[in-house]
């Protein structure tokens, strides 16, 4: 085949796979993703654990089992990270995709019927743009569901923790990709494959679906990446805080909370888990970068 | 001028009502209300005592309708009382917003210095190892969770060389030398995960202003005063900068409330966070109200700042 | 006079008007600019009309107004003899689906996410017709009528040069066997040697489907070349429409004289007033006052500053809106 039947996205590729920064932190990112979801198999290999306590076995050295020693209570610390991991990396995913589907929807909206919907959906995002971030969340993470007519086992369990901070965060978190998606739709609503498609009388969701949002989805895909590395950083603070992640579950934040307490005495149990965020977000964030250079139109041949 | 002045501080007005309603609406969906705490306190409680608490409390009735109430007084200069200081709110947060100024003024003043300074040396410098550190730099401090960081910190300079205090307000008789050893490691902190976007920012305005025609124009032409050039150059990139730090300042904000956290720093970040998570609400709500005001009022600031650094914008019209 | 659907023109407007413009604003007037004012055009089965006019003067609007892109003012639309304000949903999705257009930019108008097949078949999609094989065998079917490889259909728009979107573009708009083909400009971004190929395509396939044409477009000497009957237009007005040989050897508006005056090929006339078209078209924020023409017209007298000239016929099918029409006095 000749150089013009190559498709756009084969060339995004090429220009993403002649960055080495950026196809350094995707192989970070991807290997991190892969232990951490392979935890328990690593568990039965190393013949360790990172969820039961053995108080026998407190603060183990580092060895060939324990390879970076064990906790206050006797988990294997390497284990328990990639089990904090998964927590962690995949409430990344899930919220960054939650947020940017939020984003997508209501961005997409304003610019395509623009008017008094369009100003309307703005001021809202302009609102949650000023929330002082934080103490939003820590409230929303606290809200006593029961008082929203949630049942009280259904409060305590796990799973509610967990999808309450995936949705907490989607919710405060749209607004980016909001923006980037309006500023998109209003360009592309002017071009006259559009006009060509109305013109047939195609309904809006005709229109937005198979026009309208193929050609935003890059703006999409890089912000979406992004968020992923602040959705990390959030999750991480809530559960530092004691409002995000509960026992018996952990996260990379919550195994924090417990590290800071015995920081004196074993400083290297707080040093793990942060490192582990800080390579994870990082190499998300120069996979986006990256993403945004592969992808940027003015490096395209038309 | 005057007009645009009137239709942003209403517009600002309207936001904060619209916020202190949310968070007013929010807060009563915590758990610990006051009959909560009583009915722990004194599990004896029969049932016609809480309707009656629950009528003197006002819990009974619709959140529309409390709120009314508390706006009234609150409009009044009435902000109620903190529940576990017992102490009226005002006195509370006049002082912690004082101690927030100064911890994050220091922050922001440095960490926008250095992010202009080092995105302009990037620009400039664009493609060469000295770009690509700090490019790395710069990514580090928007990666790392700033709690954690601030752990470090602690460990090593309090803990481990004792050089710093670990935490908390520095005593009146401890003079200002006391208020900067308190306040490096919490500005540090701050700096450091605020400069990284930033940086980034600066770079690209940066670069989008030098490849502009007129500064083109002006080296073809022959004017090679370098500075001159730079000093242009940056009063350009210093708009869309300066709009973002207007933008980020719920950010820089939230930065801080953890920051202040883990220092000790008695700060609004910190009474906020005590606030909320001790079922405080009135301290709370009002604290949040607090912050928006100065947030709202910061991006009216910019604005016109904004203006005034570009005289090719009339005041009125809109950014976007 | 209100017709009801029955035989006339196929398609039609009286009296249109297009305006676009902002509300008022806190701070200021509502603006408004008439982009077609008042036009009235007839466009006959099988026959081909073209818009002539400078950059500005409303033909890209007039077409989309046809279609239905942009909400009209005033005046009427009638396909078939129908209003189409009045239309019944499916005599509206009959004519969407017979009213097919082309635009100009061939880059513009396909969209680079879809493969041309998909492009294509589009109208048959959103019209519901055929199941999806007869619609692939229709894209193979409509590719081959313009000059396409049938391969053509898997690939992306950006593979194909100018000329061959604009055989897309094309197979698209004949893709629900329509009864009329608007083309905004449709040769203006291809090279020369392509625009003859296009042209010579267009009239045949004109002459094997029995298709009407509305073409917008600068170009005289291809208006020349394919048009049956040509309109001028000047500032939202339609100012003359008359048979093609006539108005190339005849012009009576001196705006349309001025407009062949600048090719020399055709008009070598000697009826040619002395000046050629000079000053820019006034900002249609603010049109001159009667004859819109008249700040820059050779022929023009105090009347036209004042009274805004009326169509009428001058001829047989000669029709013109000017106080002092050229070769008549
Ligand atoms: N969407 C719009 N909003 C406001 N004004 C418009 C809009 N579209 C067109 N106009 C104005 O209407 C007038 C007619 O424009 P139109 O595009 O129809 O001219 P045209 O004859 O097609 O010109 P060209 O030869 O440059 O394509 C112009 O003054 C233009 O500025
Ligand atoms: S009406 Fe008068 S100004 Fe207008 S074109 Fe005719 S002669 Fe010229
Ligand atoms: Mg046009």
Not at chain 2, 275 to 296: K, P, R, S
Not at chain 3, 64 to 69: D, K, P
């Amino acid at each position: 085949m000749t150089e013009a039947s190559v498709s756009v996205w084969q060339l995004r590729w090429r220009r993403l796979a002649r960055d080495r920064v950026a196809l350094g932190a995707l192989s970070v990112l991807v290997l991190l993703y892969g232990l951490c979801f392979s935890a328990a198999w690593i568990e039965v290999w190393l013949d360790v654990t990172g969820v039961d306590t053995d108080l026998m076995s407190r603060f183990d050295p580092i060895d060939a089992r324990h390879w970076l020693g064990s906790d206050e209570a006797g988990r294997d610390e390497f284990t328990r990270i990639l089990r904090g991991g998964q927590i962690s990396l995949s409430i990344g995913l899930f919220a960054a995709i939650g947020s940017s589907f939020v984003g997508t929807v209501i961005g997409a909206t304003a610019g395509y019927f623009r008017g008094r919907v369009d100003m309307v959906l703005m001021r809202f995002t302009d609102f949650m743009l000023a929330m002082p971030a934080l103490p939003v969340l820590i409230i929303l993470a606290a809200i006593d569901l029961t008082k929203l007519g949630f049942s009280q086992d259904f409060v305590r369990s796990g799973a509610a923790g967990y999808w309450r901070i995936v949705l907490i965060v989607t919710l405060l978190g749209w607004t980016t990709v909001a923006r980037l998606v309006r500023a998109a739709t209003l360009s592309l609503v002017e071009r006259e494959f559009v006009l060509a498609a109305r013109a047939q009388g195609a309904s809006s969701l005709r229109i937005l679906w198979v026009h309208v949002l193929p050609n935003a989805v890059t703006p999409i895909i890089v912000a979406t990446t992004l968020r992923m590395g602040s959705v990390i950083l959030t999750e991480s603070a809530l559960s530092f805080l004691g409002v995000g992640i509960q026992p018996p579950s952990t996260s990379w934040g919550s195994m924090l909370t417990n590290a800071q307490e015995l920081m004196a005495s074993n400083p290297l149990l707080a040093v793990y888990p942060g490192a582990a965020i800080l390579m994870a977000v990082i190499a998300i964030n120069f996979v986006g970068d990256g993403l945004q250079s592969a992808f940027d139109p003015r490096a395209d041949p038309h | 001028m005057g007009r645009f002045l009137l239709g942003r501080i209403t517009g600002a007005g309207i936001v904060l009502l619209l916020k202190s309603f949310v968070i007013f609406a929010l807060i009563g969906l915590m758990p610990g209300d006051p009959l909560d705490l009583m009915m722990n306190a004194n599990p004896e409680t029969t049932p016609e005592q809480m309707a009656h608490l629950r009528a003197m409390y006002g819990v009974d009735l619709p959140i529309t309708q409390r709120y009314w109430t508390w706006l009234v007084a609150a409009l009044q200069g009435d902000f109620g009382y903190s529940r576990i200081q017992h102490r009226p709110v005002l006195d509370i947060i006049i002082p912690a917003l004082g101690n927030t100024l100064i911890l994050t003024g220091a922050a922001f003043v440095l960490s926008t210095t250095l992010a202009v300074t080092l995105g302009t040396i990037a620009a400039l410098k664009r493609g060469t190892w000295i770009d690509r550190i700090i490019n790395l730099f710069a990514f580090a401090g928007i990666s790392v969770p700033s709690f954690w960081l601030g752990l470090l910190m602690i460990y090593l300079f309090a803990v481990r060389l004792g050089w710093l205090p670990a935490g908390g307000m520095p005593r009146p008789e401890q003079g200002f030398g006391g208020m900067l050893a308190h306040l490096v490691m919490p500005v540090m902190t701050l700096v450091i995960v605020e400069t990284g976007g930033l940086a980034r920012y600066a770079r690209a305005a940066m670069i989008e202003v030098l490849s502009q025609d007129y500064i083109r124009t002006a080296r073809a032409k022959g004017l090679t005063d370098r500075r001159m050039l730079v000093r242009h150059a940056l009063r350009n990139a210093l708009i869309p900068v300066l709009t973002l730090v207007a933008l980020q300042l719920g950010g820089l904000f939230s930065g801080a409330a953890l920051t202040e956290a883990m220092f000790a720093w008695r700060g609004m970040g910190r009474l906020i966070l005590e606030a909320i998570l001790g079922n405080d609400y009135n301290l709370a709500l009002v604290c949040l109200m607090f912050v928006t005001a100065t947030i709202l009022i910061a991006n009216i600031c910019a604005d016109i700042a904004y203006t005034w650094l570009d005289p090719r914008i009339s005041l009125g019209k809109r950014r976007r | 006079m209100h017709t009801v659907c029955g035989m006339t023109a196929l398609l039609e407007t009286t009296n249109l008007t297009v305006s676009f413009g902002d509300r008022a604003g806190w701070f200021r007037p509502a603006r408004e600019v008439l982009a077609v004012r008042s036009a009235s055009i007839a466009l006959q089965a099988g026959e081909v009309l073209a818009v002539v006019g400078e950059s500005g003067s409303g033909k890209t609007t007039l077409a989309r107004a046809l279609l239905g892109l942009v909400p009209i003012a005033a005046g009427e639309i009638r396909y078939d003899g129908c209003d189409t304000a009045t239309m019944t949903a499916p005599q509206a999705l009959a004519m969407r689906r017979s009213v097919q257009m082309v635009f100009q930019d061939p880059f513009g108008s396909l969209d680079p996410r879809l493969p041309v097949g998909a492009i294509i078949a589009e109208p048959l999609d959103i019209h519901g017709i055929g199941s999806p094989a007869s619609r692939r065998a229709r894209v193979a079917e409509l590719l081959g009528l313009v000059g396409l490889a049938a391969d053509a259909a898997g690939r992306y728009p950006h593979q194909f040069s100018g000329g061959q979107r604009q055989r897309i573009a094309f197979a698209r708009a004949l893709a629900p066997s329509p009864r009329v083909i608007i083309a905004d400009e449709p040769l203006s971004a291809l090279d020369v040697s392509i625009q003859s190929q296009m042209l010579n395509m267009a009239a045949e396939l004109r002459a094997r489907l029995g298709l009407a044409y509305l073409i917008i477009s600068h170009d005289l000497a291809a208006v020349h070349h394919i048009a049956d009957r040509v309109a001028t237009m000047y500032l939202g007005r339609i100012v003359e429409v008359a048979d093609v040989d006539e108005l190339f050897t005849r012009p009576a508006h001196p705006y349309t004289a001025a407009l062949l005056a600048a090719v020399p090929r055709i008009g070598a006339g000697k009826w040619m007033p002395g000046a050629a078209l000079g000053g820019d078209i006034p900002s249609p924020l603010a049109p001159p006052t009667g004859c819109a023409f008249h700040p820059r017209c050779p022929a023009a007298s105090s009347l036209c500053a004042t009274a805004t000239p009326e169509m009428r016929a001058i001829r047989a099918g000669h029709d013109v809106a000017c106080h002092h029409p050229l070769g008549t006095a």
